[in-house]
Each structure stands twice: as C-alpha cells, then as structure tokens.
C-alpha cells in the first residue's frame, strides 16, 4: 500500500531539491530511471520515492514512520518551490494547496496509516501468507506470527515501528544473499563473521577449503548464543572466533543438504 503526491511538472534537477531540503542525515539512492529513493540514517522505516518524469511524483508506503510522512511532504513542498507551483495532487486528498499537504499528512495521518499497515499484514499472516517481508532503506524486515504477538496492542503501530527501525538501524553487515538454480532458491553465506542473517532458504557455512550446504532454520541452532532474534526471520550473529568456528563447520555436517 502507498500514497502518492503529485506535482504537475518537472523538476529541472535533482540536486536543487536536495540542497533545498537541507537535511543533514538525508540519503538519497539515485537511479537513471528517474525513480529516486530517499530516507533519513537512523530514522526511516521505508523509503520515499521520487520520480522525476513529466510530473513529480513523491511516494509513501505503509508503515512509514512520522518521520517519512514528513519528508515527503517537506519534498514536495520544495519541489513545488523551485518549479513554481502551487497546487498538489494528493492521493485521498485531491487537488490541495501546497500549503496545506501539512494538515493532511499530520501525525494523525501518520499515526493511522501505520494502524492500518499493522492490520494489512495481520490480515495476511493469518491467512497463512508469512512471513511478510517489509522492505526497508537497508533490509527488509520480516513479519510472522512471533512479530505480531510481540507487537499486539493499543500502541501497536508504533511498537513494530521501533522493530523495524532497529532491525534497519542496526550497524551489522548483512550477510551475502546469492540466487541458485532455475527455482532462483536464495542462499547466503556464513563465514563466522558478525552478520544479520536475512531470509533465506539455505545457508553455505564455509571454513577454507569447505562449504556445507544446510537449510537456513538450522542456523539459530548452529549459532547457539551467538544468535540473537532481530525479527520473525533474521538473527543478528555475532562473530565466532577461530577456534569456535571448526566445531560449528562439524555440527552443520549432521544437516548438510542439497538444494531442492
């Protein structure tokens, strides 16, 4: 689910709106396609999208945090700004002064498209369709019944809001994710370094000259203590030093597995 705000024209460059913005943790991912992703270091939960077309288009996705929602509406006030325009396009909203994109998008907006997110993927996972995965401007974050029995209650948007912030926001390098086979079966690779594990359905747990193929829901086994739930799926693994690493190499033995 999203919500758009378009402008009707073009902006003339990308690097006027984010001088203009002014953001000092802003991070842009620019792409040739003229669909650009922005979110704010520590903060986001999702991305923003900007597309750069005949018109200007910024867009929200579900489970954006208040700080997203603000973005947005601060990108497409200065887009407006240095195209001259005064008029935006609002999804739900119609065609609004840009002056007034604040009032819609407000924290009550924030605060009730984060409700209704929480609801969609509640919805979907007790439809048997989890774990869900949310994207995010680093990782995705994973949605199953764990996550929402965690997160139940009154302020439930804005408890798995914090989760998926800290799973975004945690400095860990996520381990390597290579696609095998026609079936394009995701696998990741395990050397014994600090890692978050992602969602995957094997792992390659690798020393020198060996590699042991296992299923990935062997890993929390085979991590022991150094695995530490990040969310439905992933784990955040902390390093094995040289001399612990040869006996996990041993222990995955008793799962080694060929992809199907």
Known sequence: M?????????????ADLIAALAIADLRVEKNESGVHRFHIDGRSTRVTEVTVAETFDVRMFSLAAPEDVQLAVRIAECAASIMGIREAD??????????????????SWAESQARSGVRAVGALVEQGRGPIQVPGPVRAFCVGPRVLAEVTGEDEHTRILEAIRAVQWLRVRT????????KETKLAVWLGDEVVFPPVAYAAVSRAQEVVLVKAEHVPELAGAHWRQLDEVQGHIAEFTETEWPAVIAAARAFATKMD
């Open 2 to 14: 999203s919500t758009t705000i378009s402008l009707a024209g073009r902006l003339p460059a990308l």
């Open 90 to 107: 609002a999804e739900l909203a119609g065609m609004i002064p840009v002056g007034d994109l604040r009032d819609v998008f407000d924290a």
């Open 175 to 182: 381990a390597g994710v290579f696609v095998a086979g026609e």
